[in-house]
C-alpha cells in the first residue's frame, strides 16, 4: 500500500481537537514520513471513540464522578489483576514472533516486558491494602471481557512479526497516560486511600509518559509501514473496545 492510498481519517472532530485529546498530542505530525503523520490523526481518532467508549461505563462514570465506593474499587482490582499478569506474557510472546530483521522492535518488547511483568503484584497489595484476601485475587478467574481481550492480543502477538500489537500499546498505556492519574486522586478524595493503596494506578499515572516516548520512537520507525499502519490501527480500534468490555463487565465471569 502506498502513502496516497492510506484511507482518509473520518472524524466528527478536527485534526487540532483530535490531537488534544489523544495521548500523543501532535506528535507524530511532526515527521516527514506521511505514514507517520497519518498515524497520529488515525490513533487520535481512535482514543476520541474509545473514551466514548469508556465514558459509558459504570465504574469508570463511579471514578470520574466521585462516587466510587470501596466495594467498586475492590471489584475493579479483582478483575484486573490477571488481565495485567497476562499483559508480559503477551508482549514477550510478541518478541518471540519477530525475526531478525525486526530486532529492534524485539528489543523494545522485551524491554517492555521486563519493566511490567511484575505489575500484577501491585494490584494484589492494593487489594490487601483495602481489606481484601490475596487468595481471593490471586485466584479470581477472568471476566468475559478479560477473556476476550487477552485471547484477541495473544493471538495477534503470535503472527509474524506482529508490529501491529503496538496498537494495543497504544490504547494501555494510553489509559495510564490520561485516565490513571485521575482515577487515583479519585478513589483517594472518595474513599480516604492513601498513594500506597492505589499504587497500580499512581505509579502508570507517573511512568507511562516515558514508555510513551519509547512507543513514538517506534511509531515513526521505518517497520511502520503503509500495508502494517492500518492493521495497527485496527488492532488499537479492537483492543479500545475489549478493553472497555473488561470494565462492563466486572464480576461477571
Same mark, same amino acid.
Given at each position: ?27 507524530? =505530525? ?198 502494517? =499502519? ?5 488492532? =488499537? ?6 478493553? =472497555? ?9
Amino acid at each position: 500500500m502506498e502513502n496516497n492510498m492510506l484511507p482518509p481519517v473520518n472524524s466528527t472532530l478536527s485534526v487540532k481537537q483530535l490531537y488534544e485529546q489523544s495521548p500523543l498530542g501532535d506528535r507524530l =505530525a511532526h515527521f516527514e514520513n506521511p505514514t507517520t503523520v497519518w498515524l497520529g490523526e488515525a490513533l487520535a481518532e481512535v482514543w476520541y471513540q474509545f473514551q466514548k467508549q469508556l465514558a459509558a461505563v459504570n465504574i469508570v462514570q463511579k471514578m470520574e464522578s466521585g462516587s466510587v465506593t470501596l466495594d467498586d474499587y475492590k471489584l475493579y482490582l479483582l478483575n484486573l489483576r490477571q488481565q495485567v499478569k497476562d499483559g508480559a506474557r503477551w508482549i514477550t510472546r510478541a518478541a518471540s514472533s519477530m525475526d531478525d530483521q525486526h530486532l529492534l522492535l524485539r528489543s523494545a518488547l522485551i524491554k517492555h516486558a521486563g519493566q511490567e511483568h511484575q505489575d500484577f503484584l501491585m494490584l494484589e497489595k492494593n487489594y490487601v491494602s483495602v481489606g481484601g484476601d490475596i487468595g481471593d485475587i490471586q485466584r479470581y478467574p477472568q471476566n468475559v471481557g478479560s477473556e476476550a481481550l487477552s485471547s484477541y492480543i495473544m493471538y495477534q502477538a503470535s503472527q509474524p512479526n506482529p508490529a501491529n500489537l503496538f496498537g494495543a500499546t497504544f490504547v494501555i498505556e494510553g489509559l495510564g497516560t490520561k485516565k490513571a492519574s485521575k482515577w487515583a486522586t479519585s478513589l483517594k478524595e472518595c474513599l480516604g486511600l492513601t498513594t500506597e493503596q492505589v499504587s497500580f494506578l499512581h505509579y502508570h499515572g507517573e511512568n507511562d509518559d516515558d514508555h510513551y516516548e519509547n512507543l513514538i520512537k517506534v511509531l515513526s520507525s521505518p517497520f511502520i509501514t503503509p500495508e502494517v =499502519a492500518p492493521r495497527l490501527v485496527k488492532t =488499537a480500534k479492537v483492543v479500545g473496545r475489549l478493553y =472497555a468490555l473488561q470494565l462492563e463487565e466486572l464480576g461477571n465471569i
